[in-house]
């Protein structure tokens, strides 16, 4: 807080409970509820402005020196501002009035309802439909890693254990979490923190009391949320570092919602063994959900392959991507599932359009359990529960596979509740009505009537007594001072009755009540509050009602999430042209005009090159690929390397056919940048990589090489390439499949000491001194690398292109002057020579150490030696 506190300014009793509030929460921005706005008071409304471009006043005089700044924002607009604050790193604590003024004796009580991080956001303004929003918490408990992961708004709940911070942080990279907890002695000052914010530098840090981590007390508090005896039941029994990490993760939500989170229902282990596994610099070179350049999703893999029609399958079909299978008979079920849907087009279609007509149930259910769901987000379980009984039906009549995938729970009950109780009209707000259908409470629906029809009834009821009386200028009035009254004019007053009580003499009439008006008055009167108190009670009724479905709505959200997984990649299959892989469980990889998912995508229909691959490990395990820049080498790799990966995943693959010998990694190293970050050089980056691939790639492992040493001089990159590979096909006497691409046509001689090694060249024609690339792999190496010829294509200068090839042709024939220069540099064309300098090539060989290479003295004649002495002085004169 600022200087004006407590200690400078009036405390009166609202400010003093502000103060105690705010301290409870001093690493929060404080939302502070008071009547129809939320305040914000001290340092938080300077911030809060700031951020929120909203005006900072103060609750005195602008020329009082003690003054309080002082800002607020509407409590129905308090979504699109929690938003931004989010987004820019805050957390909110949101502070409620949880005390009827009315009835409040003194200051109403207020307290804090919820606390809104990065990690814990359940608001649809906040989230991306497609992606799940993590909070994770890291344990260290003697050499073992914990790391536990929530989705709050969908209450998916992950545990694992590493053995070093490597795999811990590549484990983040892979689900990128929002918020990481951490226990206090691995906070802000500690390596680990240091290292988190290199790596993750999105990811906000938040420092927790360690005793939340100990293992018992943490077992223990998991166990009394699942009210289970054991962990064993999740498979997680044994993880005592992951155990830590889930019990503070899970504190921590407790400390900050205030409420149920039956919705998190299991704690699910990441079996490492059953996926195939890629670290984050293969995901991120292959470009898997997100480009390199811009780090956005359009153009990325999962971009292409996301036809799915819910946020359920979308999120379904990332983490599949990320979590491909390795287990065979897993894959090819997967595969069979695809192929039905592809067989059975209509249904497919069907079942997309139903799809479509489904909400994220998952966080609808997350909004319901927490107690945010509105009357919108219960329209839109309704929605999305009617489509449940077409979806079954339609699978019902399918082939086996498909009959089980269809088989759910239809929560006809609770669609039926929903139908007859929330209106379609159904506002954001629930305190202002609206909110139940008529018919469905007969209390609610008198209310209504009395607001609807209340002139009508005054107006019947002053006609009833102008009838009773006789007097016919008699009226029914209202003000605010009496309410209700009956009017009746002095030349009248004789024929009032005697249960007319008079209330107000005028100078030309008379005002009356009557115990029927008082007890009409008394109805419309409280009418409104009465209607929009039960209204709210009402609909807290049904919205627990839906909650006590959690289970039964997550359990059907996961099964429309795999129809709707399946629906897409059949779609896919369908639309780009893939076929369905052969999966085995033997070593080969045999890919037959084999295509790259998203290049051909922006490609004109037709235009993609498609190649062939073979990868065994008998006599075609590590591939030498030469050839210009630009021929297409990283692209012929790339898809090698997605083709397998998809076909894992248990989606078709874009070639002709496919044989796929499951992986149990694979590892990318293609391109090169600085991490200026983690203080790394373009070519430690190149070297890291490249050391974790020889230290952790297996024989059943697959190996995508795009240059290696370029960061380094031509002969320590050459040195480096050479030893790299030979260690890829001699590792553990049975090598590594590999695909390595390279500048470095030294490399192709490998082919001739090992039978396993084989040479590939991207094919080029040269056409009136430029090239034409073919895009195709062809048998063989090549000598070549066309830089010049690439150069002028990218638009290098005509001069510095020609100047180019002269330099070449000279180095290629070693004609060099005494000073090393290349002899282009004392051509005719140079007025003026500068004094040399060192040549970056060397002193090159004379004209006249060759020709006497060329001689065999002993076959001279004296006259052939004479003149033989005059042709080298020649020669080396013009030197």
């Known amino acids: 807080m600022t200087k004006t506190t407590s200690a400078s300014v009036k405390i009166t ?165 929002s918020e990481i907890l951490l226990p206090e002695e691995l906070g802000e000052d500690s390596s680990l923190a240091a290292e988190l914010q290199a790596y993750l530098p999105q990811s906000c840090l938040t420092g927790r009391p360690p005793a939340g981590f100990h293992p018992e007390t943490a077992r223990q508090r998991l166990l009394e949320h699942f009210r289970v005896a054991n962990l064993a039941g999740f498979g997680c029994e044994e993880l005592k570092a992951g155990i830590g990490a889930a019990g503070g993760l899970l504190l921590y939500l407790q400390e900050t919602q205030k409420t149920a989170l039956d919705h998190i229902e299991r704690l699910t282990p990441i079996e490492f063994d059953h996926v195939l596994l890629m670290d984050e610099s293969s995901r991120r070179n292959l470009e898997l959900t997100q480009t390199i350049t811009g780090s956005v999703r359009e153009g990325s893999l999962l971009d292409t392959l996301d036809l799915c029609e819910t946020p359920m399958g979308a999120r379904l079909l990332k983490k599949n991507l990320l979590f491909p299978l390795r287990e065979v008979e897993d894959i090819r079920q997967r595969l069979d599932t695809v192929e039905q849907l592809c067989l059975a087009p209509r249904l497919r279609e069907e079942l997309r359009e139903l799809l479509g007509k489904v909400y994220d149930l998952e966080r609808l259910n997350g909004r319901v359990v927490l107690g945010t769901a509105n009357g919108r987000d219960l329209t839109a379980l309704k929605c999305s529960l009617a489509q449940l009984p077409k979806i079954t039906e339609k699978l019902s009549g399918a082939d086996t596979l498909l009959a089980d995938l269809g088989t759910m729970d239809e929560l006809r009950e609770l669609h039926g509740l929903l139908e007859v109780a929330i209106r379609e009209d159904a506002p954001i707000t629930l305190r202002e009505g609206n909110l139940i259908r008529p018919g469905y409470n007969a209390e609610l629906d008198e209310l209504i009537s009395l607001l609807r029809d209340g002139k009508a009834l005054i107006l019947g009821l002053e006609a009833r007594e102008r009838t009773r009386t006789g007097i016919g200028n008699l009226k029914v009035g209202f003000n605010k001072i009496f309410g209700y009254y009956i009017e009746i004019s002095r030349g009248q007053l004789g024929h009032v009755p005697d249960n007319f009580i008079r209330k107000q003499t005028l100078v030309n009439a008379e005002r009356f009540i009557t115990p029927e008006l008082k007890e009409f008055e008394e109805k419309v009167s409280g009418a409104q509050e009465k209607r929009l108190e039960l209204e709210y009670r009402l609909f807290c009724a049904i919205r627990a009602a839906a909650a006590a479905a959690s289970s039964r709505i997550l359990q059907a959200a996961g099964r429309l999430a795999r129809i709707d997984f399946f629906c897409c990649l059949a779609e896919v299959a369908q639309r780009y042209r893939y076929t369905k892989p052969l999966i085995t469980g033997g070593e080969a990889i045999i890919i037959t005009e084999g295509r790259h ?225 290349p002899r282009i540099a004392t051509s005719p064309r140079k007025k003026k020579q500068q004094p040399g300098q060192l040549s970056l090539f060397g002193l090159g060989e004379s004209q006249a150490v060759r020709r006497l290479r060329e001689i065999n003295p002993d076959a001279l004649s004296p006259r052939e030696a004479l003149d033989l002495l005059y042709e080298l002085k020649r020669l080396n004169d013009a030197e």
Not at 29 to 49: K, N, P, Q
Not at 140 to 145: D, I, L, N, V
């Open 13 to 177: 009793p609202m400010m003093q409970q502000y103060l105690e509030i705010k301290a409870q929460h001093q690493d929060a921005i404080l939302f502070y509820r008071l009547g129809d706005f939320y305040e914000m008071f001290f340092d938080d409304a300077v911030t809060a402005s700031r951020v929120l471009g909203i005006t900072l006043t103060s609750r005195n005089s602008k020329d009082d020196e003690n003054r309080v700044p002082l800002c607020g924002i509407p409590y129905h607009a308090v979504s699109s501002y929690l938003a931004k604050m989010i987004k820019a790193g805050f957390k909110v604590a949101i502070c409620e009035q949880v005390e009827d003024p009315k009835e409040a004796k003194g200051v109403v009580r207020r307290e804090v309802v919820r606390v809104v991080t990065p990690g814990l956001v359940t608001d649809d303004q906040l989230l991306d439909g497609k992606d799940n929003r993590y909070l994770a918490a890291i344990c260290q408990k003697g050499k073992e890693w914990g790391l536990s992961l929530l989705d709050l708004s969908t209450g998916e709940f992950l545990v694992s254990e590493r053995e070093d911070l490597p795999s811990l942080l590549d484990e983040l990279g892979r689900l990128a979490p």
């Open 597 to 821: 998912p998203v290049i051909e995508r922006a490609l004109p229909p037709g235009r993609f090159v498609p190649n062939d691959i073979r990868l065994d490990q008998e006599s075609e395990e590590v591939l030498i690929i030469t050839g210009p820049n630009m021929a297409g080498k990283s692209t012929v790799l790339r898809q090698t390397a997605l083709i397998t990966l998809m076909a894992q995943m248990g989606g078709f693959v874009p070639a002709a056919a496919a044989e796929i010998g499951v992986v149990d990694r694979i590892f990318t190293r293609v391109g090169a940048s600085d991490n200026l970050r983690r203080g790394q050089s373009t070519f430690m980056v190149e070297m890291n990589e490249t050391a974790n691939i020889l230290n952790n790639a297996t024989e059943r492992s697959l190996v995508i090489l795009d240059e290696i040493g370029r960061g380094t001089s031509t002969f320590d990159g050459l040195s480096i390439a050479w030893a790299v590979a030979e260690d890829l096909v001699n590792k553990n006497g049975k090598g590594v499949k590999t695909i390595f691409a390279t500048h470095y046509h030294e490399l192709t001689e490998l082919a001739a000491t090992n039978p396993r090694v084989k040479n590939y060249n991207i094919a080029v024609r040269e056409w009136n001194d430029t090239i034409i690339f073919l895009h195709k792999l062809l048998p063989g190496g090549t000598n070549r690398s066309y830089g010049i010829q690439v150069a002028a294509l990218a638009g290098v200068p005509a001069k510095v292109v020609a100047r180019a090839k002269e330099l070449l042709h000279n180095i290629e024939q070693g004609e060099f002057n005494r000073q090393g220069e």
